[in-house]
């Protein structure tokens, strides 16, 4: 028998080691959601995914589903806490939309869109934060990190270099990398590793690609960032997938 | 970034360093500990070094060493001292000791002097609440501060005098038990908890732990028979035992005096756990606050060693091997919660993990483990030898037994109290000696700010839960500088794990500051609520669900405390202008009329 729970009111089947997102994403229901990538370990950072399981908050991208389990998710008072979490990750950093090369690639960017985020509403940190250009292939900013901790994942379990970490608590934590001298360029890290190309912002870029698309074509003036993340549901499914292939 | 400075035999040191902890990944930070000890910082080059013989990837390494406040990455001189910033030591006058210390060394708080002496900055509660003003020295507890002590301590780094050499006097920590019940009237016989246990047998005692309803005494409360059945039915090769001694919520200190007075007590409770539990190895995590108490702690392990009450065939009985290792925290309250606790004992930054599983099941290297607090194991111990029915005879039904608090703040005789559970913040309040008390925080900043108007309240799970922090304000005192405070020390413990927390309480803290600096509007107390919202909603651990309590219990129960504060307008710019200028002002050494914007 395939277990389902209800999402909104729509059945969603899933199965064993499923969690609420993977379950949801299989069957095309869209969760928001900025630190979960189906590539990668749930992690459950941003919280942009926290829904209403049986009438408790939880983080939908590492809850388990389990039988009957009736979530709530796309509603507005959902929408509007997971608008104010976007509002919170834009303060924190400092973040320049227009003068950004990854403008109209960003996730968080687009997730502000989507969730109709029409000012920043927060009191902006103006924090200081690390800029390394000292990789030959690879820009880093920290201004515009996440800490969704993408990249720590895929260099850790994909390209087996653990390139990156989360050092310093609270506020102060940031993003560091794997040499004495602090600098990206006393990695092993490579242009072609997976972790070169996971960043939902524009805290990893790619040097000399920035603005091989001009703003107008680029990914989120052609789609919505549910059909983005939908769409990288699908490339990670196998051929008989949980939606059956 | 700084020169690292010239250590010529770092590399060996550290290799040897290593191979005494066994090149453990699990006992980094206790590695990171020792190398602080060494070189009163943790060098660059030793990440690097620790990180190749582990073997771990430096950038852990790196990570680990951020996340802890006593660890420091950059040189913070010989002599470190933290002050205790719980907000009773800002009504003992803390910060007027720190500009005095400041002063006379020529520092500036933050920052280490310019000849690497020495550096002076404030740290979260130290547990010293009932004897503060308090401040850690190179870790070691001073207690009882004022001006007079502070200049005996100024004079004794100038003079560069060993710490080791300092007056014990400064060092002196009482504990101050002013009211005893049930678990501090009993006297103990050390083995005879185990003793019951192996005659009685693993089920009697269960059966006993169920009878006497005994709760969790960390703060939620968890029923513990239940807690350690889940872990026994957990199937596992091995099952863990931790002692939560991390103490960290501002105002509670009881566990202090109960590892100070009733470690015997504390650790039978663990090795009954170990035999209910066929548990062959047990932590006790003790916060880097109570490092004082560790060679005495661990003389006590040894003796029960001795004794054959630890160790391999405990009592003589085949096969019941059990052995206790002491692990020390680094400054971060967040390691008190269970599963950042695990996370610090593996040798990690102490994350909370996601739930579920829960730790009964898949907790230390993901093997079924319960967490308990000290007080907790002191109570099962107690419940082995006397029984579920002799506990449950005192107290409430929902809340058997006594409780340990405590009582700091505007009162007489601050100190350990010890009150059968259902007992009157009324009655407490007398006992202690409290003058025209107006507020009680009950728990600490996690748990409930208590007005006047409620005082015939129980402390019990039921009305009043804690874990034992009692802080008393007496009328006149500034309810908004005790909710700053509380404000301050979320905002600066929060993990940085989740966003609603890691920004919301940087928020918190913002406004609540705009407000006490006589800027805020009503708008302000909107976007309180709103942010309270948010992290009690969305936030990943206890920590973050909790922040926003003393901030909306003052809102809905002191408007007094914050209205004459705010300004008319309903609409006042986040960005100070005049405040900005603070910088030039300081530079410039002016502070005259039209060095200030109109
Ligand atoms: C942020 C935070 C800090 C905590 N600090 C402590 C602590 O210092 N001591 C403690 O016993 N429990 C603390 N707890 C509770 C523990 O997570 C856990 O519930 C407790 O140790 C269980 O023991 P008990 O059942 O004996 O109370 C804390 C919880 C949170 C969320
Ligand atoms: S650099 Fe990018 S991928 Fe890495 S943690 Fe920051 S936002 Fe996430
Ligand atoms: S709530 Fe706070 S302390 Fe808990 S995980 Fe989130 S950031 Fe860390
Ligand atoms: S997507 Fe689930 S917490 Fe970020």
């Not at chain 2, 660890?71 to 010989?78: K, M, W």
């Amino acid at each position: 028998m395939i277990s389902t729970i209800t999402i909104d009111g729509k059945t969603v089947p899933f199965t064993e080691e499923q969690t609420i997102m993977d379950a949801a994403l299989a069957a095309g229901v869209y969760i928001p959601h900025l630190c979960h990538n189906p590539e990668f370990k749930p992690h459950g950072s941003c919280k942009l995914c926290v829904v209403e399981a049986n009438g408790r908050n939880v983080t939908s991208c590492t809850m388990p589903a389990s039988p009957g389990m009736v979530v709530v998710n796309d509603t507005p008072e959902l929408n509007e806490d997971r608008k104010a979490l976007v509002q919170m990750l834009f303060v924190e950093g400092n973040h320049i939309c227009p003068a950004c090369e990854a403008t109209g690639n960003c996730q968080l960017q687009a997730a502000g869109y989507y969730l109709h985020m029409q000012s920043p509403h927060f009191m902006h940190f103006y924090p200081p934060r690390r800029v390394d250009a000292s990789h030959p292939d690879i820009f880093l900013d920290l201004n515009r990190c996440i800490l969704c901790e993408l990249c720590v994942r895929a260099s850790r379990d994909i390209d087996k270099k653990s390139v990156f970490g989360i050092s310093s608590r609270g506020i102060d934590s940031h993003l560091v990398v794997n040499s004495e001298s602090g600098r990206l360029g006393d990695t092993s890290m490579a242009v072609t590793d997976k972790a070169a190309h996971v960043c939902p912002t524009g805290a990893i870029l790619i040097k000399r690609k920035g603005y091989t698309v001009p703003m107008g074509k680029r990914l989120f003036d052609q789609k919505t960032l549910p059909e983005f993340h939908l769409e990288q549901q699908k490339r990670v499914e196998p051929e008989d997938g949980p939606d059956g292939g | 970034m700084m020169q690292s400075p010239d250590l010529p035999d770092i590399e060996q040191r550290i290799a040897l360093l290593c191979e005494r902890h066994g090149c453990e990944p699990r006992r980094l930070l206790q590695i990171l500990i020792d190398v602080q000890e060494i070189y009163t910082f943790i060098p660059p080059q030793a990440l690097t070094a620790i990180a190749r013989h582990l073997p771990l990837p430096r950038v852990s390494v790196e990570g680990v060493a951020g996340f802890y406040s006593f660890l420091s990455l950059e040189p913070a001189g010989q002599y470190r001292i933290l002050f205790s910033d719980n907000v009773t030591d800002r009504m003992l006058g803390n910060e007027e000791l720190m500009r005095q210390f400041c002063n006379k060394l020529w520092l500036e708080p933050g920052k280490v002097s310019e000849d690497e002496l020495v550096s002076a900055d404030f740290t979260s509660c130290t547990g010293m609440c009932d004897q503060g003003p308090a401040a850690l020295i190179n870790g070691w507890p001073v207690t009882r501060l004022n001006r007079e002590r502070i200049d005996l301590i100024a004079d004794l780094i100038l003079a560069k005098s060993p710490v080791a050499s300092w007056p014990p006097t400064l060092f002196e920590v009482n504990d101050n038990i002013r009211r005893t019940d049930r678990l501090l009237d009993e006297s103990f016989e050390p083995g005879s908890a185990i003793k019951a246990a192996v005659t009685r047998g693993a089920e009697a005692i269960f059966t006993e732990l169920k009878l006497s309803r005994l709760r969790g005494r960390g703060g939620a409360g968890y029923k513990t028979a239940e807690k350690w059945i889940t872990c026994r039915n957990s199937p596992a090769p091995a099952r863990y035992i931790v002692c939560n001694a991390d103490e960290g919520e501002p105002g509670t200190f009881k566990d202090r005096v109960l590892l100070n007075r009733l470690a015997d007590t504390v650790f039978e409770g663990m090795t009954v756990g170990a035999r209910l539990l066929s548990s062959a190895k047990g932590f006790l995590y003790l916060r880097g606050e109570y490092r004082y108490l560790l060679e005495k702690l661990e003389e006590i392990l040894a003796r029960r060693r001795e004794a054959g009450l630890l160790g391999s065939n405990i009592l003589g009985e085949p096969g019941f091997d059990f052995d206790i290792e002491i692990h020390l925290g680094a400054g971060a309250y967040i390691c008190g919660e269970e599963s950042g606790m695990i996370e610090s004992l593996e040798g990690r930054r102490g994350k909370p993990r996601n739930r579920p599983p829960y730790p009964a099941q898949h907790g230390y290297l993901d093997q079924p483990t319960v967490v308990n607090n000290v007080e907790t194991f002191a109570c099962a111990a107690m419940i082995a030898v006397h029984g579920g029915k002799w506990f449950g005879e005192t107290g409430t039904w929902e809340s058997s037994g006594s409780k340990i608090l405590s009582i700091s703040g505007d009162c007489h005789w601050p100190g350990i109290y010890e009150y059968p559970f259902g007992v009157s913040v009324q009655k407490i309040l007398e006992d202690c000696g409290a003058q025209e008390p107006y507020a009680v925080q009950v728990g600490g900043p996690s748990g409930i700010l208590v007005s006047w108007q409620e005082f015939e309240r129980s402390i019990s799970f039921e009305d009043l839960p804690t874990a034992g922090a009692f802080t008393i304000f007496q009328r006149g005192r500034d309810i908004l500088e005790a909710v700053r405070n509380y404000a301050h020390f979320f905002a600066h413990e929060s993990c940085g794990f989740c966003t609603p927390c890691r920004v919301g309480t940087q928020l918190q803290k913002k406004i609540v500051d705009k407000i006490a600096n006589g800027h805020g509007t009503a708008s302000d107390l909107e976007e309180l609520k709103h942010l309270g919202h948010l992290m009690r909603t969305l936030s990943h651990c206890g920590l973050g669900h909790a922040a926003p309590n003393p901030v909306l219990d003052m809102l809905q129960k002191f408007p007094g405390a914050y209205e004459q504060k705010l300004t008319s307008l309903s609409f006042e710019p986040a960005f100070d202008l005049d405040a900005a200028l603070a910088t030039a002002r300081r530079i410039t050494g002016r502070d005259d009329p039209s060095a200030h914007l109109p």
